[in-house]
């Protein structure tokens, strides 16, 4: 019952997060939830939990040659939400639990540096980010 109630809050939240507005300049767009949150989570393919991931990545990067900050910001909140609800459902391994975490410290670290619009300091938790993408798929390929 608790988990059913953390993926109903999840889901608000990202409804909440991707029917917010942005800005042409940005070049940004409105992400729908099903663009987030795939119908059968459970039975999605690490693929996709990549894949999207990869798309937010790729996006923070651009944001950065850019010096795009919203673009940076937006694309990272949406990682972080899809890692929590990612986390949620695949969470039942220690070790991944704890990447889980460090990955969503991370995110957190790059929209606050793109809030203050702060390039070096994006740069470095970008840094942060791909370390932690490297260190958790390490520790994914040594758990088989």
């Given at each position: 019952?608790?988990?059913?109630?953390?993926?109903?809050?999840?889901?608000?939240?990202?409804?909440?997060?991707?029917?917010?507005?942005?800005?042409?300049e940005?070049?940004?767009?409105a992400?729908?939830?099903?663009?987030?949150?795939?119908k059968?989570?459970?039975?999605?393919?690490?693929d996709f939990w990549?894949?999207?991931?990869l798309?937010?990545?790729?996006?923070?990067?651009?944001?950065?040659?850019?010096?795009?900050?919203?673009?940076?910001?937006?694309?990272?909140?949406q990682?972080?939400l899809?890692?929590?609800?990612?986390g949620?459902v695949?969470?039942?391994?220690?070790?991944?639990?704890?990447?889980?975490?460090?990955?969503?410290?991370?995110?957190?670290?790059?929209?606050?540096?793109?809030?203050?619009?702060?390039i070096?300091?994006?740069?470095?938790?970008?840094?942060?980010?791909?370390?932690?993408?490297?260190?958790?798929?390490?520790?994914?390929?040594?758990?088989?």
């Open positions: 019952m608790r988990r059913l109630s953390m993926l109903t809050a999840m889901l608000a939240i990202c409804c909440t997060a991707a029917g917010q507005e942005t800005t042409k940005s070049r940004t767009r992400v729908t939830a099903d663009e987030v949150i795939p059968e989570t459970i039975e999605k393919p690490l990549m894949q999207k991931k798309d937010y990545s790729t996006d923070i990067l651009r944001g950065l040659s850019m010096g795009d900050f919203d673009l940076i910001e937006s694309n990272a909140r990682m972080r899809l890692n929590k609800i990612e949620f695949r969470g039942r391994n220690a070790e991944y639990r704890t990447q889980v975490h460090t990955f969503e410290r991370v995110t957190g670290e790059v929209v606050r540096q793109a809030k203050k619009k702060n070096d300091g994006v740069t470095l938790a970008y840094h942060q980010l791909t370390v932690s993408c490297v260190r958790c798929h390490q520790s994914l390929r040594e758990s088989k």
